[in-house]
């Protein structure tokens, strides 16, 4: 099974700052990534796709990049409502996995 | 719209099996494919299986020799079935719609317990 391992796991960020949050995969998945974000007592929601792509809705301060083994999602301006634990996943082969999670809290 | 919502028992005891049903709407199970996900508590997601649109599944060989994941198109179902539950199997269960997993259901609470 491919692992996908996220940095760090938990993190505090003031409103306006930029975050980055790390998801390294033990093999290559040709950029067959996604990032989720959930919040308490909900389904996680889509963010990124592709690696790169942003899902529709989400907002423009959120980007992902990266390639090969090692992906990473960014917040530009960090606001109130993107406190919760962003994930990552791989899409490349199966079995599909998961991080285990970023936890985002506001400083 | 697009909707996903999971129903089955809240409660299973150990060694019996789990049966969950995905209720779908706004899309056709003959287009798009439908995945089981499980979360516990304060942990990450695992992936546990796929129905796809033209019927073939996939699972997570972790788990392949319990699971068994089956669909009714006509009402708009998949089903799940996992025998032989332990307490590990305690989580959250999910169904998504699996272009990207851009669609979730509210997910249903499944405790394993005597």
């Known amino acids: 099974d491919i692992q996908m391992t996220q940095s760090p796991a938990s993190l505090s960020a003031s409103l306006g700052e930029t975050v980055s949050i790390e998801c390294l995969a033990s093999?290559?998945?040709?950029?067959?990534l996604a990032w989720y974000q959930q919040k308490p007592g909900k389904s996680p929601q889509l963010l990124i796709y592709g690696a790169s792509s942003l899902q529709d809705g989400v907002p423009s301060r959120f980007s992902g990049s990266g390639s090969g083994t090692q992906y990473s999602l960014k917040i530009s301006g960090m606001q109130p409502e993107d406190e919760g634990v962003y994930y990552c996943?791989?899409?490349?082969?199966?079995?599909?996995?998961f991080g285990s999670g970023t936890k985002l809290e506001i400083k | 719209q697009v909707q996903l919502k999971e129903s089955g028992p809240g409660l299973v005891q150990p060694s019996e099996t789990l049966s969950l049903t995905c209720t779908v709407s706004g899309f056709s199970l003959t287009s798009y494919s439908v995945s089981w996900v499980r979360q516990p508590s304060g942990k990450g997601p695992e992936w546990m299986g796929r129905m796809w649109y033209d019927g073939d599944t996939a699972y997570n060989s972790a788990l392949k020799s319990r699971l068994s994941i089956s669909r009714d198109t006509s009402k708009n179902q998949v089903f799940l079935k996992m025998n032989s539950l332990q307490t590990d199997d305690t989580g959250t269960y999910y169904c998504?719609?699996?272009?990207?997993?851009?669609?979730w259901g509210q997910g249903t609470l499944v405790t394993v317990s005597s």
């Open positions: 093999e290559g998945i040709s950029n067959s």
């Open positions: 998504t719609r699996d272009d990207g997993f851009a669609y």
């Open positions: 996943q791989q899409g490349y082969k199966y079995p599909l996995t």
